[in-house]
């Protein structure tokens, strides 16, 4: 809990949504969104023409050899073709909700829908070729235009979601919230979403009628009232978004009172936390089953999309880097066995995978054979390494054991794990099944996803960290993947692996 005295208080509550004020002060909330809307459906419209236009260069401008040169090359036909094209591309995006709030500036969800709705223009185009005399088109730049539309669009839209994600840092497209519940599962979600900084929403305080109003509760949040004020502080700080941290609610009737007034309401979103946020990271859908809606929580962290793309990105990196780190395999395998005849040169680890599937990480050896020997003759190390699964000062460890540790070379057959579809190039730290207890309620979590060859906790000083900021780091991670956090850890391993803190 923060501590502040009485005019701290008063000062933060006086800067509440003072960033967001300016901004809104300057170009109005639903100006700013009506302006945005605007800008994604000019730029979807330049991209869709442009990807046409490039279309038709790459099918009749350059020789390829594969296509029939005697097709049907009008550049008037398919100018005017591109530009009847583009609306009804336009027509099918807002149909798969491409220009809705909900489905904007967030996740991978936006960019599926995309390949998903420009698919369905090529069916139509198809569809209109056999239907109506004047629709003639080839079928190379018809399929160049399919692929082509679906890149330049995701890349416009990836470029205006970064100018926005600016704008956010500097109080524009962002809304002001509230959290109902001042429990511990509503402290944790104010902490999600302050750090997600790209969210869009700015949490401006809680609400809970078991403290008194300015009490500081959280990070510089205060609770700003009661339930029975809600409506006066939805007023005060212009509130966009009231966010139930259901798990605060002994009762319903409460739930039920907010649910009555804001439920169907212009004014506001309501939205509401599952009750679960320290147990569930890996998403949930509503299904009715016999008119009945039912809450679906899903076995993985990652479906669709962003699972096709960590599988691409594994993949593709694991195969390259085994390819030429060949040398540097045999290079170690023979110093291992140089310096420590006894025993094989891969350590395999029995530890937990995927929905707690256990299976062998393999490591090059660091370690004697007869370690159990030789810890025996150090209690207090023994002890240590009950406690915290490491040793900063390993006595069971070889010469080249030592060295390989310092710069993580020892985990380079990992990349096999890659490939047998066991680990991830990043993700969370792997953990022996003993360990599983120590994530305590956060142990279901983990293993929603495969463990990473390197993750935040490699980049954030590795051995050097307590146990329970590995767990926060765990699950940090868990809950805002995204391939762009997968690229940025990778990028920051190298740095962080040259200078070998925290590595032994």
């Not at 009715?288 to 699972?307: C, M, Q, S």
């Not at 953990?431 to 935040?456: C, H, R, W």
Request: charge should be positive; hydrophobic fraction near 50%.
């Amino acid at each position: 809990m923060v501590t502040a005295g009485p005019n701290m208080e008063k000062m933060h509550i006086m800067s509440l949504g003072k960033k967001i004020g300016k901004a809104n002060s300057v170009i109005p909330r639903h100006t700013q969104w009506a302006l945005f809307r605007a800008a994604l459906v000019l730029l979807d419209l330049a991209m869709i023409i442009l990807a046409f236009r490039f279309s038709y260069i790459l099918r009749f401008n350059v020789p390829f050899g594969i296509f029939d040169e005697t097709a049907f090359v009008s550049l008037p036909h398919y100018n005017q073709l591109s530009i009847r094209a583009a609306v009804l591309w336009l027509v099918i995006f807002a149909a798969h909700g491409l220009y809705a709030r909900e489905n904007l500036l967030g996740g991978t969800r936006e960019y599926s829908k995309v390949f998903r709705a420009s698919s369905e223009g090529v069916l139509f185009i198809i569809i209109a070729g056999f239907t109506f005399s004047w629709v003639i088109v080839s079928r190379g730049w018809l399929a160049m235009a399919w692929v082509l539309t679906v890149i330049f669009v995701i890349i416009g839209r990836f470029t205006l979601r970064r100018v926005v994600y600016f704008l956010r840092r500097h109080g524009f497209f962002l809304t002001p919230a509230v959290i109902v519940g001042a429990n511990q599962e509503g402290r944790w979600l104010a902490e999600q979403l302050q750090k997600w900084e790209t969210s869009g929403l700015h949490v401006v305080g809680f609400v809970d009628k078991k403290f008194a109003a300015t009490t500081p509760l959280f990070n510089n949040l205060v609770n700003l009232g009661s339930v029975d004020q809600l409506g006066e502080i939805i007023e005060q700080f212009q509130i966009g978004e009231v966010i139930l941290a259901s798990s605060a609610f002994s009762t319903r009737d409460y739930l039920m009172e907010i649910f009555k007034k804001y439920g169907i309401s212009d004014a506001v979103n309501l939205r509401m936390s599952s009750g679960l946020y320290e147990v569930i990271t890996t998403g949930m859908t509503v299904n009715e089953f016999a008119y009945v809606p039912l809450v679906n929580v899903h076995k993985v962290r990652l479906t669709g999309t962003d699972i096709m793309l960590k599988t691409v990105l594994d993949y593709t990196l694991a195969i390259v880097s085994v390819i030429l780190l060949i040398p540097v395999f045999l290079l170690i395998a023979l110093l291992v066995k140089i310096t420590s005849p006894r025993g094989p040169v891969i350590h395999r680890r029995r530890v937990m995978g995927l929905n707690g599937r256990k299976f062998h990480a393999l490591k090059f050896r660091t370690m004697h054979v007869n370690g159990d020997e030789i810890l025996d003759r150090h209690p207090e190390l023994k002890e240590e390494l009950a406690r915290n699964h490491k040793l900063k000062n390993d006595p069971r460890v070889t010469w080249i054991g030592n060295y390989l540790r310092k710069i993580s070379f020892d985990e380079l057959p990992q990349l096999f794990n890659v490939l047998m579809g066991s680990m991830s190039l990043v993700g969370p730290r792997m953990i022996s099944p003993e360990e599983v207890a120590m994530y305590k309620q956060f142990d279901m979590n983990l293993l929603t996803v495969k463990p990473g060859i390197t993750g935040l906790w490699q980049v954030s000083g590795r051995s050097d960290i307590s146990y329970d900021e590995r767990v926060r780091l765990d699950m940090y991670y868990i809950r805002n993947w995204s391939i762009w956090l997968d690229l940025q850890l990778l990028f920051q391993t190298i740095p962080a692996v040259l200078k070998s803190r925290g590595a032994y």
